[in-house]
């Protein structure tokens, strides 16, 4: 089975600063997909990024971009320039030919103002 | 932009009842999920379903729960009988045949009581 680990439960970031999410995942695969998804107060599941694992290229959405290092099975998100809309609880997915998530535990990310 | 909706938003219900907890995929998608997460804890797989049967299910899912799709358009999840740790937030999600991304469904707060 994979496993998704996400080391850190909470981060705090200045508004306007640079906070970097870290996940790290254990999986047999050579072809797989990984995910960013924030999970606001409302509880709500919001896709942020995807990586295809065959993709050298690092994924970006606007401030959220990911640091891929498939070697070393590592995928962090960095969100840039963070608002206070970013607060939330930040998971990262892994998807293989099953096609079903595997979550880690969650980031908790709080901005302060 | 077509999505997920789930009925009810939030269902309280007593120790020993059923429930059914309601979806309605994007159109044309074939693929479908329920996941389940527990307050303060991570997203957890329960099943998937494609082609009107069960492709894959979690060791949670075990007799008591169960999926249908009675029509085109509705994915249901039936808790038999309901117990105190079913309490959860429920997310339903959907995805195409040829893409691995999939859309989360606002998701249904089960209370059980």
């Known amino acids: 089975a994979q496993t998704v680990t996400q080391s850190q439960p909470e981060m705090s970031v200045q508004e306007a600063e640079t906070v970097t999410l870290s996940c790290t995942y254990d999986?047999?695969?050579?072809?797989?997909?990984l995910f960013w998804y924030k999970q606001p107060p409302s509880r709500q599941m919001i896709l942020v990024i995807r990586q295809e694992a065959y993709k050298q290229q690092n994924a970006t959405e606007n401030r959220f971009s990911v640091n891929f290092q498939k070697a070393a099975k590592s995928f962090s998100l960095k969100i840039s320039d963070s608002q206070l809309g970013d607060a939330a609880m930040y998971f990262c997915?892994?998807?293989?030919?099953?096609?079903?998530?595997?979550f880690g535990a969650g980031t908790t990310v709080t901005v302060r103002a | 932009e077509p999505e997920v909706t789930q009925t009810p938003s939030h269902q309280v219900t007593q120790m020993g009842q059923e429930v059914i907890l309601r979806c309605v995929p994007i159109?044309?998608?074939?693929?479908f999920y329920w996941y389940r997460q527990i307050l303060g804890q991570k997203v957890e797989f329960l099943v998937s379903?494609?082609?009107?049967?069960?492709?894959?299910k979690s060791e949670i899912f075990d007799d008591q729960f169960s999926v249908e799709r009675p029509d085109g358009s509705n994915f249901t999840l039936k808790i038999r009988s309901t117990k105190l740790e079913d309490s959860a937030m429920y997310f339903c999600?959907?995805?195409?045949?040829?893409?691995?991304?999939?859309?989360f469904g606002p998701g249904t707060r089960l209370t059980v009581t």
């Open positions: 999986t047999s695969e050579s072809d797989y997909y």
């Open positions: 997915a892994y998807s293989s030919n099953d096609y079903k998530l595997s």
């Open positions: 159109s044309n998608h074939l693929y």
């Open positions: 999600a959907s995805t195409k045949s040829d893409s691995y991304e999939q859309y």
């Open positions: 379903f494609y082609n009107n049967e069960i492709s894959e």
